[in-house]
T-cell receptor, first 112, second 113 residues
Framework: DQQVKQNSPSLSVQEGRISILNCDYTNSMFDYFLWYKKYPAEGPTFLISISSIKDKNEDGRFTVFLNKSAKHLSLHIVPSQPGDSAVYFCAASLSGTYKYIFGTGTRLKVLA | GAGVSQSPSNKVTEKGKDVELRCDPISGHTALYWYRQSLGQGLEFLIYFQGNSAPDKSGLPSDRFSAERTGGSVSTLTIQRTQQEDSAVYLC???????????FGEGSRLTVL
């Protein structure tokens, strides 16, 4: 049973446009969410996080939105750059615990 | 180095052989995780170590898998009698605190023929 789902395995976006990556979760107890980015042959690196007490968190070109009622979060990248091309994983956990549940990832390709 | 170090980066083995994968976490990080990523799958939690506490082994897929962490630092993941379905990238991560950001290594790609 996949508790964290990324239903789009891939996404292509033109450079300069907005990239929107989506993530759904089933466990309403999750209250801490993260996005990781992974380049080929490298480990995932932390990108941005959000606690369930917020509905938006912004860091430069990256914004994460959380819709608790829909159990949905999204990562917006604007403007998208070719260097953003990578696999993006969302992860969820219960705050105060250590077990992060990851989604299957979305491969983003930003076209120059 | 300052990051999480894993070895070997690539391992090809024959079905039935045992393999050991090593992880050297960031110095001072008390929490250490093993995840694996099979083809087309997300990151699957395997095991978690925190300080001197008993590890959380709830993600280990079978009793052929075991892991230890010596001296609160280096960890070894051992897979006995490897099967083809064990083929995956095995990722180690560490964090400063149990609920902190995870820092991942580059992974060990295991191929079982």
């Amino acid at each position: 049973d996949q508790q964290v789902k990324q239903n789009s395995p891939s996404l292509s976006v033109q450079e300069g446009r907005i990239s929107i990556l989506n993530c759904d979760y089933t466990n309403s107890m999750f209250d801490y969410f993260l996005w990781y980015k992974k380049y080929p042959a490298e480990g995932p690196t932390f990108l941005i996080s959000i606690s369930s007490i917020k509905d938006k968190n912004e860091d430069g070109r990256f914004t994460v939105f959380l819709n608790k009622s829909a159990k949905h979060l999204s990562l917006h990248i604007v403007p998208s750059q070719p260097g953003d091309s990578a696999v993006y994983f969302c992860a969820a956990s219960l705050s105060g615990t250590y077990k992060y549940i990851f989604g299957t990832g979305t491969r983003l390709k930003v076209l120059a | 180095g300052a990051g999480v170090s894993q070895s070997p980066s690539n391992k090809v083995t024959e079905k039935g052989k045992d393999v050991e994968l090593r992880c050297d976490p960031i110095s001072g990080h008390t929490a250490l995780y093993w995840y694996r990523q099979s083809l087309g799958q997300g990151l699957e939690f395997l095991i978690y170590f925190q300080g001197n506490s008993a590890p959380d082994k709830s993600g280990l897929p079978s009793d052929r898998f075991s892991a230890e962490r010596t001296g609160g630092s280096v960890s070894t993941l051992t897979i006995q009698r490897t099967q083809q379905e064990d083929s995956a990238v095995y990722l180690c991560a560490s964090s400063k605190t149990p609920t902190g950001e995870l820092f991942f290594g580059e992974g060990s790609r295991l191929t079982v023929l």
